[in-house]
């Protein structure tokens, strides 16, 4: 499967076999007769009809936690219910990528009141825990793994936060079929099984892990049946006990105590302490679509900005796949990710001007600086005009009310920092590792402070109706992700599964909001997926891009639409174990 392959091969490499490929498909098709436009789909690339249904509808990254969303909808559960039931399942199925030990964001729609709820369930660092810590132990990056990287996890409060405004069964009843699926067990999907394996040689040095997710010292096979009992009771806790029983119970104090026995600063009062927020979501207007993201210190308002710039360009007359195409992206992209290095942080300790960064006016600015026939090299953040405002699991749930919900939760970096605590079943993530060891950066490291995080929720509405609930989900891919899917939606006139299953681009470079990287001075990398034809990559290289052929990772996608015949349209990852499934 495309996943599982070596990441990077040559455009020569990848050519070569490519046209030996096609090659062959051509023999068969000149036998048969059939060819990639004889399919009733009609797309040149490998793709699937999208799913229907007149109830509600849930799209996850495991089937199983699909199943677990509905199963708390036919209850008579609100599609907020049905994301935390899924969430915790996926925290159980696919802890590569969620659990408890990670942060929530969430933006709602709720059809009573007629508006969108943002939720940021980011969690904060260490109190104890000071820039000048890091200093002295001479390191200029927070590393990935261990305890210095662990930051409060906010996703339990996140669980409650939603349930409290828009749950309609008692929570018990959400965390149920996790709690039952903990114990009883249930066979492990293809795609976490391999990224679970390739986490295990990495982790299993830290005290609790090996213990809590391998078996003779490695991870689950493909298909094998598996339990957590130790998560099974951590969920039992809080099922029991509330929210308090995670971050004021024998839960924290176990976090606590393990983190001071491994040389970490994560206390009781930090957790005792945390608080996520309702925030309000911000928007765009891409070609009469309202286009929503939640602020900073996420990475939203980049999709915002490449939507802007992109917008300027008739890409009625740019075809899909063309140079043209993949070339108007990247500049855009690279502008916006220069503003995203320099701007991009929590707005409780640096002022965010995020009316200025996703302006229009802002955006013609910056529009301007894209050559038509030459990628840029170097690529600076703005100045924009000071206006006044206001690894990674994504899912999305539609209810019989009209309630839609888009959340993604994450560990950051898989399965997280290693810290595993005793007895709970989960690993702590290792989301501060996006800070800056830089004092007067806007992500400069400081305690108490969120730091910039790349998981990002998204939602589109329609003259003030609700459209669509859909991310993509991986690091800085998931903005790039965004434009990806909206472009294929709404420029090329893609159906929702089309628009996930169409090749995808994804630019690398080294203009970072976290201070590991230098900034870009030599233009970066554009990877493109296989399906991008040959000529197309010629004509990159042309104007100076570097080209690679990569296998992955390109983000894992979910997205409800709301169906104009009544009902929902749903759509599911390919690249992923994932479901899109209603009643």
Known sequence: ????????????????????????????????????????????????????????????????????????????????????????????????????????????????????????????????????????????????????????????????????????????????????????????????????????????????????????????????????????????????????????????????????????????????????????????????????????????????????????????????????????????????????????????FVKVDVAGLISKDYAAQRRKLISMDKAARVVAPGTPPQLDAGDTVYMTTADSSGMMVSLIQSNYRGMGSGMTPPGLGFILQDRGEMFVLKPGHPNSFAPGKRPFHTIIPAFVTRDGKPWLSFGVMGGAMQPQGHVQILMNLIDYGMNLQEAGDAPRIQHDGTTEPTGQNTPMTDGGEVDLETGFPWETVRALLRMGHSVRYADGPYGGYQAIEVNPNGGWIGASESRKDGQAAGY
């Open 1 to 348: 499967m495309r996943s599982l392959r070596t990441p990077h091969t040559s455009a020569t490499t990848a050519s070569s076999h490519g046209r030996a490929l096609a090659f062959a498909v051509g023999i068969v098709c000149a036998l048969t007769g059939a060819h990639a436009a004889d399919r009733v789909i009609g797309r040149a690339f490998a793709t699937r009809s999208e799913v229907y249904a007149p109830h509600a509808m849930a799209a996850t990254s495991q089937p199983l936690a699909t199943q677990t969303a509905l199963y708390v909808m036919k209850q008579g559960g609100s599609a907020v219910d049905a994301a935390i039931a899924a969430d915790a399942a996926l925290g159980l199925m696919e802890p590569t990528g969620a659990g408890m030990g990670g942060d929530l964001f969430a933006i709602v729609w709720d059809p009573k009141t007629h508006k969108l709820y943002g939720y940021n369930g980011s969690g904060r660092s260490p109190k104890s825990l000071s820039l000048a810590e890091f200093e002295k132990r001479g390191l200029k990056d927070i590393p990935p793994l261990g305890p210095l990287p662990v930051s409060v996890p906010g996703c339990v409060d996140g669980w409650f936060a939603l349930h409290d405004r828009f749950g309609k069964l008692p929570m018990k009843n959400d965390l149920a079929p996790t709690i039952r699926y903990a114990r009883e067990g249930f066979p492990v999907s293809e795609v976490i099984a391999y990224y679970w394996n390739a986490s295990v040689p990495r982790l299993s040095r830290f005290p609790g892990f090996a213990e809590q997710f391998t078996r003779d010292g490695r991870g689950p096979r493909t298909g094998q049946m598996w339990t957590r009992p130790t998560l099974a009771d951590t969920l039992q806790k809080i099922s029991d006990g509330g929210r308090d029983a995670f971050y004021k119970g024998s839960i924290a104090y176990t976090i606590a105590d393990y983190m001071q026995a491994q040389g970490g600063y994560l206390s009781y009062d930090d957790l005792a302490s945390h608080h996520g927020e309702w925030v309000q979501p911000v928007s765009t207007n891409y070609r009469g679509y309202d286009v929503w993201e939640l602020p900073p210190n996420g990475q939203g308002i980049a999709t915002l900005q490449i939507l802007n710039i992109l917008e300027g360009f008739d890409f009625s007359k740019i075809p899909f796949d063309s140079a043209q195409h993949v070339h108007l992206f990247v500049e855009a992209k690279k502008l916006a990710f220069a503003d995203r290095a320099r701007f991009y942080a929590d707005p409780e």
